[in-house]
């Protein structure tokens, strides 16, 4: 499962690292964000997790981080549809490593000239849900990077005490729904 993680960000360091826009404030900076999460990512697996405690997660924040993630990347068009505010008890480094992957498949399916759709909003009582909708073919009609991809995602996701599921849309393409608890201070104002 790591080096399945791995495999995303190694590989937009290693495309920015060798494009025109990997010389640029922008392309370092990428490279940074890529970087730092891959150095998160690390010290969490090798301290057993012992650093990635559930905790108050702004979703904003976490899917800002992982939509720059996937734009630097490239692919499709990817349109966040969430602002800061809306927290959920999840473990971070586990959370964005769902993200990551998601969006990830999301973008592979959509291909260059498509688009994703980010949205996350209140769902019941005391749920909040994350849904990546691409406009691809639909589930299981693109080629797996590795068959760990969505295993990993709901992993992930268990660890955060949330759950994922993966459908087609009926114009085409999947939406991905990953459902988490909203932290207690969200509980309490809602």
Known sequence: ALLHDLRGPVGAILNLANSPVG???????????????????????????????????????????????????????????????LCAWARPVALGRALDCVLDNASRAAGPEGHVVVEVAQYGPGRVVISIADDGPGPGQISPGTSLGLTTTRAMLASCGGSFQLSGRPDGGAVARMTLELAAEERAAG
């Open 23 to 85: 010389q640029t404030d922008r392309g370092i900076r990428a490279i940074g964000r890529h970087a730092a999460w891959l150095a998160c990512l690390v010290e969490s697996v090798l301290a057993d997790g012992a650093h990635d405690e559930p905790e108050p997660v702004d979703l904003g924040v976490a899917l800002e981080r992982a939509v720059a993630l996937a734009r630097d990347r490239g692919g499709p068009t990817i349109t966040l549809l969430a602002g800061p505010g």
